[in-house]
């Protein structure tokens, strides 16, 4: 078996710390020298910058999003709790939910994603989710309402 021992660290010393100093003083006042040299009458300053152009020769832009702007994915203020089918095995529990505006039906497990929207848990009348936007997560859950019903529970 092999120990590391920790190595105690030395103070610097004297000519170190001199040393040191006298380095620091020379830099602060050649660095105090340096502003008058540059605005003296004959002198220039010229800053000049990258500028970077992108040949495109039928390429994409690489520095622009391929979405073009529109928003993708499923949104999770837009599912719609259709049905549950509930059992006390989290693993053959599911929901099914649909985006609003449309009939497609998905199929959701406790675990599976869609989106920004995870399942964590599947109750009898309600799904609980978690969503994750713009770095943060925040648990909701859907509420399955009879047939007819409108509103909040």
């Not at 989106?115 to 848990?121: E, H, L, R, S």
Request: a positive charge.
């Amino acid at each position: 078996m092999c120990f590391l021992r920790p190595v105690p660290l030395r103070a610097p010393s004297r000519l170190r710390l001199g040393a040191f100093i006298a380095a620091s003083v020379w830099a602060a006042a050649s660095a105090a020298q340096s502003p008058a040299a540059a605005t003296s009458p004959g002198s220039e300053v010229v800053y000049r910058r990258e500028v970077f152009r992108y040949p495109r020769s039928g390429r994409p832009d690489p520095f622009r999003s391929l979405l073009g702007g529109v928003e993708t994915g499923v949104r999770a203020e837009n599912l719609l709790l259709r049905g549950i089918v509930y059992s006390p095995d989290p693993g053959a529990s599911f929901a099914v939910v649909t985006e609003a505006g449309s009939n497609r039906a998905m199929r959701l497990r406790v675990g599976e994603r869609l989106g920004n929207v995870q399942v964590v848990a599947i109750h009898p009348r309600r799904v609980d989710m978690v969503i994750r936007d713009l770095g943060g997560a925040r648990r909701e859950s859907l509420v399955l309402r009879k047939a007819g019903q409108k509103g909040t529970p």
